[in-house]
């Protein structure tokens, strides 16, 4: 059982920054997947980052040249940088740990979820 725990959402004017955090409980190089998707409302989840144990990273595309996901090791916390937001950014921001299966965008373990509020 890994147990995630999101933070950093907020109310932000388009244009401007913010950095997701999620911390694990359990060591995140043992984690083969970690993951960030959002949810606007009405819309479906949509998966936005994903960074495996190795460090590969992979970003949706409309948000590449914005958004960068990162890890701290030592801290088993993965990061969602979010640069020149947009209101079509706004959703709830979960994060996500251990793939079901390769390339299955199947997660096991799921945070609470953060609100990434940007107002035009």
């Known amino acids: 059982q890994v147990h995630l725990v999101e933070s950093g959402g907020g109310l932000v004017q388009a244009g401007g920054s913010l950095r997701l955090s999620c911390a694990a409980s359990d060591s995140i190089i043992s984690i083969n997947v970690m993951a960030w998707y959002r949810q606007a409302l009405g819309k479906q989840r949509e998966l936005v980052a994903a960074?495996?144990?190795?460090?590969?990273?992979n970003i949706k595309d409309s948000v590449k040249g914005r958004f960068t996901i990162s890890r701290d090791i030592a801290k088993n916390t993965v990061y969602l940088q979010m640069n020149s937001l947009k209101s079509e950014d706004t959703a709830v921001y979960y994060c996500a740990a251990e793939e079901l299966g390769y390339a299955t965008y199947e997660f096991a373990f799921w945070g609470q979820g953060t609100q990434v509020t940007v107002s035009s």
């Open positions: 960074i495996t144990s190795g460090g590969s990273t």
